[in-house]
Structure formats: structure tokens, C-alpha cells
């Protein structure tokens, strides 16, 4: 399952990130990591952005970022 279909208020585990080069660099940059803790606050109404709980601050990400994110 990926961050994109995961549960608004479920909160998952990152289990491996698949974007390759900077966009997979700017992701970890961002706090996402593999074995961090992601809350699902919201979803706009057409599905972008995602907005998510991590490490303690809100960040939302665009659908194409959180398709890269698989999670458990």
C-alpha cells in the first residue's frame, strides 16, 4: 500500500521509499524516512495534496510524492 491510499486518520509506518535521485532526496529531507511514524490528517476534495503528521509537524504532499511512499 502506498501513502496515497492509506486511510485519512489511520496512521502508518514507512516501510521503503521508490522515487529515484532528487525527488526521493528531497522527500527524506523532508522527515520521511523508512520506519517513521506518518499520520493522515487530510485529503483535499480532488485528492491533492495530502496532508500528513510527521516527526511532529504538518507537511502536505503532492499525490505523485505520496504514490513513491509504500507503507505498512
Do not use: F
Request: no cysteine; aromatic share 2%.
Amino acid at each position: 500500500m502506498t501513502l496515497k491510499e492509506a486511510k485519512v486518520g489511520s496512521t502508518v509506518q514507512v516501510k521503503k521509499l521508490n522515487g529515484q535521485g532528487p525527488v526521493k532526496r528531497r522527500i527524506m529531507d523532508m522527515g520521511i524516512t523508512k520506519g517513521v511514524t506518518v499520520y493522515i490528517r487530510k485529503v483535499a476534495p480532488l485528492g491533492d495534496p495530502v496532508e500528513v503528521t510527521v516527526r511532529g509537524y504538518e507537511l502536505s504532499l503532492r499525490k505523485a510524492d505520496a504514490e513513491m511512499i509504500e507503507v505498512i
